[in-house]
């Protein structure tokens, strides 16, 4: 059996709020809560917006915050991210791409697979011919391993009228591809600020609710300019592996009271 824990869309900010919440004290609640509770992971995947607005301060901030936990963390690009300064700052795996941050990390359950969804200048995201080439070379070379992707944008519509319009562009593409190897077990999704699950072209798929602020229920009808965060919880993901299965649960690590965090320790 493996054990990960999820993380989503921390939007760390060296300094101030972002949209009335605290990122620092966000991070530092799930760090605490993951390093109480979860130490025994083999491997923390945080998959994307680890900065709000893509400074080198901000990086730095967010290094020294997840320094601290006790169990090693692999970050993902999501599209308020910078390549440049991420891979200055961050540390990633001997197996990531050169141009790309895109790598996989093998254990006892199979192999994570994490990819690089960025388009510059873009709230959407797209993923080019050499990142294709990267993944389906990876996974051909898997063979009948089991495979468990993760990724910023979700590559399918996940009926949030908002959000869906920043999705992976040309993600029909994409999911044809997955669906040529029967080794994909599971896609992991950040992104949206929501918790989701369901299966597209029959791959089981979840998203996460970000370390920071939610996204709100798509009913009532709301655009972004009406957005405010929802009034929720965040939440990491802790998932288990074993024998291909995947076993997935939402846990709450502070709780939320009128934009106040209250930590539950």
Aim: hydrophobic residues 40%; proline residues 7%; contains cysteine.
């Amino acid at each position: 059996m493996t054990k990960l824990i999820w993380m989503s869309d921390p939007h760390f900010a060296q300094d101030g709020t972002v949209l009335g919440h605290d990122p620092r004290v966000r991070i530092q609640a799930a760090i605490d809560h993951i390093n109480e509770h979860h130490a025994d992971a083999q491997i923390c995947i945080i998959s994307g917006d680890l900065v709000n607005r893509g400074t080198k301060s901000d990086y730095v901030g967010v290094q020294g915050k997840l320094q601290q936990l006790k169990v090693p963390y692999f970050p993902l690009v999501g599209n308020h991210d910078n390549r440049a300064l991420f891979r200055e700052v961050l540390p990633l795996p001997d197996t990531c791409m050169t141009d790309f941050i895109q790598f996989k990390v093998a254990t006892s359950e199979g192999v994570i697979i994490c990819l690089d969804t960025l388009k510059v200048g873009s709230d959407a995201g797209e993923f080019c011919r050499t990142r294709m080439q990267w993944l389906t070379e990876t996974l051909r070379n898997l063979q009948d391993t089991p495979v468990f992707l993760f990724m910023h944008h979700p590559p399918m519509p996940v009926c949030l009228p908002m959000q869906d319009a920043d999705n992976l562009e040309k993600g029909e593409a994409f999911l044809d591809r997955l669906s040529d190897f029967d080794c994909v077990k599971y896609l992991f999704i950040g992104h949206v600020h929501r918790p989701i699950t369901g299966t597209v072209r029959g791959i089981p798929f979840a998203t996460m609710r970000s370390v920071l602020y939610q996204a709100p229920a798509p009913r009532p009808a709301w655009t972004w300019d009406t957005f405010t965060p929802g009034l929720e919880a965040p939440n990491i993901g802790v998932i288990q592996l074993s024998g291909g299965s995947v076993n997935l649960q939402y846990e709450q690590f502070c709780q939320y009271q009128l934009g106040t965090d209250v930590s539950e320790r």
